[in-house]
């Protein structure tokens, strides 16, 4: 491949992005659109995501959602907000929240549907428009870490698009790799608290 990544990470990112969402109607209906746009990526990045997508054209759409709720609703451990890995439910994550939902605002944008802001997708559609989604997927890659790992436990095609994403990013330092394993020994901390205040950021960049 001889493009730059500024070239093509956001197309990845996007690709990413739309296959780790829930596999609605219009998620579905991007599948052949996704599939001619990673012919322009390097092949690390889009083998893996050719791998999910043809989970996802194989499969029938009825199936492929009750098969996505079970794992990403059901399994902790296969969380796709990147602060539980760190923060759990303590008050901790709902400050690493504010963090991230301040990341939409500087960029002008901000998160939809009641999503929290450090779901995975949405920092995959902040990266693709501005750097700092990089940067957060970078400094959350324990949590990228860990979820690969349940995920290729499960032996889940979701594992590949993870797997992309951390293609895409510096290579973890010994300090995440360590702390990956202790999470990995432990799980996240538990502290039931109200994250109510976090759960939304409104279509103007604001906080509700």
Same mark, same amino acid.
């Given at each position: 491949?001889?493009?730059?990544?500024?070239?093509?990470?956001?197309?990845?990112?996007?690709?990413?992005?739309?296959?780790?969402?829930?596999?609605?109607?219009?998620?579905?209906?991007?599948?052949?659109?996704?599939?001619?746009?990673?012919?322009?990526?390097?092949?690390?990045?889009?083998?893996?995501?050719?791998?999910?997508?043809?989970?996802?054209?194989?499969?029938?759409?009825?199936?492929?959602?009750?098969?996505?709720?079970?794992?990403?609703?059901?399994?902790?451990?296969?969380?796709?907000?990147?602060?539980?890995?760190?923060?759990?439910?303590?008050?901790?994550?709902?400050?690493?929240?504010?963090?991230?939902?301040?990341?939409?605002?500087?960029?002008?944008?901000?998160?939809?549907?009641?999503?929290?802001?450090?779901?995975? !997708?949405?920092?995959? /559609? =902040? %990266? #693709?428009?501005?750097?700092?989604?990089?940067?957060?997927?970078?400094?959350?890659? @324990? &949590? *990228?870490?860990?979820?690969?790992?349940?995920?290729?436990?499960?032996?889940?095609?979701?594992?590949?698009?993870?797997?992309?994403?951390?293609?895409?990013?510096?290579? !973890?330092?010994?300090? /995440? =790799? %360590? #702390?990956?394993?202790?999470?990995?020994?432990?799980?996240?901390?538990?502290?039931? @608290? &109200? *994250?109510?205040?976090?759960?939304?950021?409104?279509?103007?960049?604001?906080?509700?």
């Amino acid at each position: 491949m001889t493009t730059e990544p500024t070239t093509w990470r956001p197309v990845a990112a996007r690709a990413a992005s739309l296959l780790l969402r829930y596999p609605d109607e219009e998620v579905l209906a991007a599948l052949p659109i996704i599939r001619a746009a990673l012919d322009a990526l390097p092949d690390a990045v889009a083998k893996p995501l050719r791998q999910v997508l043809t989970h996802c054209e194989a499969t029938a759409p009825g199936e492929l959602r009750a098969a996505y709720v079970q794992l990403f609703d059901f399994r902790r451990r296969c969380c796709l907000h990147l602060s539980y890995y760190t923060c759990g439910d303590t008050r901790r994550r709902g400050e690493a929240l504010v963090g991230f939902a301040a990341a939409y605002r500087a960029a002008g944008l901000a998160v939809v549907d009641g999503e929290l802001p450090d779901y995975l !997708p949405a920092l995959l /559609d =902040l %990266a #693709a428009e501005d750097d700092t989604g990089w940067r957060l997927l970078h400094d959350n890659r @324990v &949590g *990228l870490d860990l979820l690969a790992e349940s995920l290729g436990r499960e032996e889940s095609p979701y594992r590949h698009a993870v797997e992309a994403i951390r293609t895409m990013l510096p290579a !973890p330092r010994p300090a /995440d =790799l %360590a #702390a990956a394993l202790r999470l990995a020994r432990t799980g996240p901390p538990v502290e039931e @608290v &109200g *994250l109510e205040p976090y759960g939304l950021v409104d279509t103007t960049g604001g906080r509700r």
